[in-house]
């Protein structure tokens, strides 16, 4: 995340919803300088359901002070077509509930050169056109299959170094994993030997917090340390 949004502009938006499958929504602030587009997608003949997307976008402009910004990311009633389904799952065996991905950031930042001019377009790029202050990971939502992973953290980044340092918070919760690796094993998709390696992984980052439920609490220190669940491992 840091790196796209101190190297990359984002994409500017068509007036074209991204898939007709889902509601899509995304912003990127400030709103001064932002473009929007909304359009409705009729009901399609393939497989498919009708859909509303709406993008809002906006670069920073080059300064010397940390400006704010943030960059919204919703995808909502993601179905995906029985037909689709039956060609893995024919016996159902997959909850098929609409997905959802929610990304929502915030944060400071300060661009020393305009990535969108010329001239940097045909510079070598040598380096990022600005830096990182924070970042604030004010949601993050993944629902797919039965399984839900949620978020949320706050960053703050020490950019007096050659690399810039993160230091802050994160927590996270992941809600049905085991059940859907046990699924995914019993239907044949997923070696036994991946999904043991998944859930020792698992292990080492998060702690049980209730029936299928897995909590991962990750401090970043000022001095490097990572630690998970009060545990170091980096």
Same mark, same amino acid.
Do not use: H
């Given at each position: 995340v840091a790196a796209g949004a101190q190297g990359r502009a984002p994409p500017r938006p068509t007036g074209r919803p991204l898939n007709r499958h889902f509601d899509h929504r995304s912003r990127m602030l400030p709103t001064n300088v932002a473009q929007t587009s909304e359009s409705a997608v009729p009901q399609a003949s393939q497989p498919a359901s009708s859909g509303k997307g709406s993008g809002r976008a906006g670069l920073l402009p080059p300064g010397e002070e940390?400006?704010?910004?943030a960059l919204v990311l919703r995808i909502n009633?993601?179905?995906?077509?029985?037909?689709?389904?039956?060609?893995?799952?024919?016996m159902g065996a997959l909850p098929?509930?609409?997905?959802?991905?929610?990304?929502?950031l915030s944060g400071t930042a300060i661009m020393s050169e305009d990535f969108t001019s010329p001239e940097f377009a045909e510079s070598d790029m040598g380096e990022m056109p600005g830096q990182l202050e924070s970042l604030d990971i004010n949601a993050l939502e993944l629902s797919l299959a039965g399984a839900e992973l949620t978020g949320s953290g706050a960053f703050t980044f020490n950019s007096d170094t050659e690399e810039p340092v993160p230091a802050g918070t994160a927590r996270l919760m992941l809600v049905g994993g085991n059940t859907l690796l046990d699924t995914l094993v019993g239907m044949g998709l997923l070696p036994e030997e991946?999904?043991? +390696?998944?859930?020792?992984?698992? @292990?080492?980052?998060? !702690?049980?917090?209730?029936?299928?439920?897995?909590?991962?609490?990750?401090?970043?220190?000022?001095? +490097?340390?990572?630690?998970?669940? @009060?545990?170091?491992? !980096?």
């Open positions: 940390p400006q704010d910004f009633g993601l179905e995906i077509d029985n037909m689709i389904w039956s060609i893995f799952d024919a098929r509930d609409p997905a959802t991905l929610v990304i929502d991946q999904a043991m +390696g998944a859930r020792m992984m698992l @292990g080492l980052f998060a !702690r049980p917090d209730g029936e299928d439920t897995l909590v991962s609490d990750i401090e970043v220190t000022e001095d +490097g340390q990572v630690l998970a669940n @009060g545990q170091r491992i !980096r």
